[in-house]
């Protein structure tokens, strides 16, 4: 596997995620509106499809 294992890279993967997920709710909490208006919209918020679903989606994987 270029540029490392998986086990090297699954550390690495779940920190930029984590960092991702981070930075989107920070901006969320903060946006505008009251406290109740941010925490509400939360659970409701656009999301991108999960890495993982991608692959089991692949035509590859179908085989």
Do not use: N, Q
């Amino acid at each position: 596997m270029p540029g490392g294992s998986r086990p090297d890279l699954t550390p690495a993967a779940i920190a930029r995620s984590a960092d991702d997920l981070r930075a989107r709710a920070e901006a969320e909490f903060s946006a505008s509106g009251t406290p109740l208006e941010r925490i509400s919209a939360y659970p409701g918020r656009e999301r991108d499809a999960p890495r993982g679903a991608r692959w089991a989606a692949s035509p590859r994987t179908r085989t």
